[in-house]
């Protein structure tokens, strides 16, 4: 399997805050089945480009030489968007995961996205000449509020990430399931952070995953990653729109 979002590299961001803390993230990582990981540190461009690029060599040296037998990792980082105007665009193209052409952005969760996101998004695509991964897409009250965004964001030609946990949590549950089934979900990730709460738990989302019976849909997703990893064109093309009625995802 393989893992999309993680903050698994030592003290460069609110994730693994220790190198012990990243090689037992790893492993339990690894246990679960994880073959190849992606390092996708917060950038929230308060420090330098090149501080930052060079923090995440740094941070990912220190665990390099044991990280768990036969384990693929990358290197790319967690960007935010804001969707406002000061966003710097010609960035963005230095924090591609490692050997594609697709950056992870993180969009406002807690908060109403700006009028402008879509027009900014848009604007940056253009300009980046990257695909988006769009971040955990089952956390951001705007989509949980009206799943037909996630329409516009493929329309865009974004890819969309959903988080292991979001199976696990009863408010995300329902869209992620209906994402996946309807052909939404384009890379897993653990967002892992720590080995307490927001720990690798790719174990534990297959088993929801199987008892809701799509586990053909879940193999698909690791299928895409996978083209996604190697520079292969990813079909955007869902099954059904996803309506909201009555507090459930259709
Ligand atoms: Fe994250």
């Not at 964001?153 to 994402?179: P, R």
């Not at 720590?194 to 586990?215: F, H, I, M, W």
Request: aromatic share 8%; with cysteine.
């Amino acid at each position: 399997m393989i893992d999309m979002h993680t903050h698994v590299l030592p003290c460069i961001d609110d994730g693994a805050n220790s190198v012990e803390t990243s090689q037992t993230l790893l492993r339990m990582a690894h246990d679960q089945g994880v073959q190849e990981i992606v390092f996708t540190p917060h950038y929230y461009g308060d420090v330098s480009l090149d501080e930052f690029l060079e923090r995440r060599q740094t941070a990912y040296e220190t665990i390099q030489a044991t990280l768990p037998q036969g384990m693929r990792v990358r290197l790319g980082a967690e960007v935010y968007f804001s969707g406002l105007q000061s966003t710097n665009y010609d960035e963005l193209a230095y924090l591609k995961i490692q050997n594609t052409n697709c950056v992870m952005l993180e969009l406002p969760f807690l908060t109403v996205w700006p009028k402008c996101l879509f027009s900014n998004l848009e604007k940056c695509i253009q300009e980046m000449e990257c695909t988006p991964i769009i971040a955990h897409v089952e956390r951001y009250v705007e989509v949980l509020k009206d799943p037909t965004l996630l329409n516009r964001l493929l329309e865009l030609g974004c890819l969309l990430q959903v988080n292991t946990s979001a199976f696990l949590k009863k408010h995300t549950k329902g869209l992620a399931s209906a994402m996946l089934k309807n052909g939404y979900v384009h890379c897993f990730g653990t967002d892992a952070h720590d080995a307490e709460v927001r720990k690798p738990n790719y174990t534990q989302a297959k088993s929801v995953v199987e008892e809701l019976g799509l586990l053909a849909e879940w193999e698909n997703v690791q299928a895409t990653m996978q083209r996604i990893l190697d520079g292969k064109p990813i079909s955007l093309r869902v099954k059904k729109s996803i309506k909201k009625f009555f507090g459930r995802y259709h």
